[in-house]
């Protein structure tokens, strides 16, 4: 089985930043493409960045400039940078990513937990 385990949350004032750490654990032969998306109450969830293996990045409108996706292939994480927040970012942010398993010729997605995202005065 595979496991992503988020970190980093938490409260925050605006214009503060924080960073998010994905780490992926278990029988795994690669990760393709490794990605945040985020969650706000009453809303659907959304992708926020996403980064291949290679280092494409991707990010929506409304974080390009102020989040940085980046990832660190030997360790399986993924990070999130987060500057400039704003209360719109709001949300429970989930970690997500392309897993290729040992013996399995296929690659699944996979989901975090989830961790909490705060912007308040």
């Known amino acids: 089985q595979v496991q992503l385990v988020e970190s980093g949350g938490g409260l925050v004032q605006p214009g503060g930043s924080l960073r998010l750490s994905c780490a992926a654990s278990?029988?795994?032969?690669?990760?393709?493409?490794m990605g945040w998306y985020r969650q706000a109450p009453g809303k659907q969830r959304e992708l926020v960045a996403a980064?291949?293996?290679?280092?494409?990045?991707n990010y929506a409108d409304s974080v390009k400039g102020r989040f940085t996706i980046s990832r660190d292939n030997a360790k399986n994480t993924v990070y999130l940078q987060m500057n400039s927040l704003k209360p719109e970012d709001t949300a429970v942010y989930y970690c997500?990513?392309?897993?290729?398993?040992?013996?399995?010729?296929?690659?699944?997605?996979?989901w975090g937990q989830g961790t909490q995202v705060t912007v308040s005065s």
């Open positions: 997500n990513a392309d897993v290729l398993r040992i013996g399995v010729f296929r690659a699944s997605n996979y």
């Open positions: 278990g029988s795994i032969t690669s990760i393709s493409v």
């Open positions: 980064i291949s293996s290679g280092g494409s990045t």
